[in-house]
């Protein structure tokens, strides 16, 4: 596609429910990241894959969250038992290369995530 | 540990004229990038203008600008001719070399209010 896909756009979940989020990262790129946007704060990092391997899971609030890229191209995040505090917008971005001397990242429209 | 400060919240613009945003940041670091990134009610993060620490020309694109004081560790957005679209949340990000990870650490964000 022509830029990176999230889906669901929304997601509402009962506390304890699993949810699975969805990444389609831009054809190609090696880099591709997750952050979780608290409302009306900063998106702030939680993992990030070069190709399948998953390099940094150092942002990653809880066991409860877990994050694979398979295949090097669609991520998933996972986040299990959902708690009230996980309500955020989760953003996926991806980047050609690694590192940020010739690239940028391409950021999805996000899911936001409602814990009820 | 890397950080970045946002401590304007809200701003207001008349549409055509000026406006400057600010952002410090706290690193040890002595080659990184800066990042200022447009985040419309869409969600999705968008990217305004970059700077590498080791330039010392400011970046410049169109009508934005940044003002880029590296030893005060002070990184100013100035948008000219303000535009009705220009309205959104903007995030100062800061991006470090690999020993720092790839991550992207943003700000709090400034949320601009452009006025007819």
């Known amino acids: 596609g022509a830029g990176v896909s999230q889906s669901p756009r929304y997601k509402v979940a009962k506390r304890g429910q699993d949810v699975a989020l969805r990444c389609d990262p831009i054809s190609g790129h090696v880099s591709l990241f997750w952050y979780q946007q608290a409302l009306g704060q900063g998106p702030e990092f939680l993992t990030y894959?070069?190709?399948?391997?998953?390099?940094?899971k150092s942002g990653l609030p809880s066991d409860r969250f877990f994050a694979e890229r398979p295949e090097g191209s669609v991520s998933t995040l996972k986040i299990q038992r959902t708690q009230q505090e996980d309500s955020a917008v989760y953003l996926c971005?991806?980047?050609?290369?690694?590192?940020?001397?010739?690239?940028?990242?391409?950021f999805g429209q996000g899911t936001r995530l409602t814990v009820v | 540990a890397q950080t970045v400060t946002q401590s304007q919240p809200e701003m207001s613009v008349q549409e055509a004229e000026t406006v400057t945003l600010s952002c410090t940041y706290d690193?040890?670091?002595?080659?990184?990038?800066l990042f200022w990134y447009k985040q419309p009610p869409s969600r999705q993060m968008i990217l305004v203008i970059r700077q590498e620490a080791y330039k010392q020309q400011n970046a410049t694109e169109n009508r934005f600008s940044v003002n880029f004081q590296k030893a005060a560790k002070s990184f100013s957005l100035k948008i000219s001719d303000s535009q009705l679209g220009d309205a959104a949340m903007y995030f100062c990000a800061y991006a470090g070399t690999e020993t720092s990870g790839s991550r992207l650490t943003f700000g709090e964000g400034t949320q601009l209010t452009v006025n007819p």
């Open positions: 971005a991806s980047s050609l290369v690694t590192g940020w001397l010739n690239t940028e990242a391409f």
């Open positions: 894959f070069q190709n399948e391997a998953q390099l940094d």
């Open positions: 690193t040890s670091e002595s080659d990184y990038y």
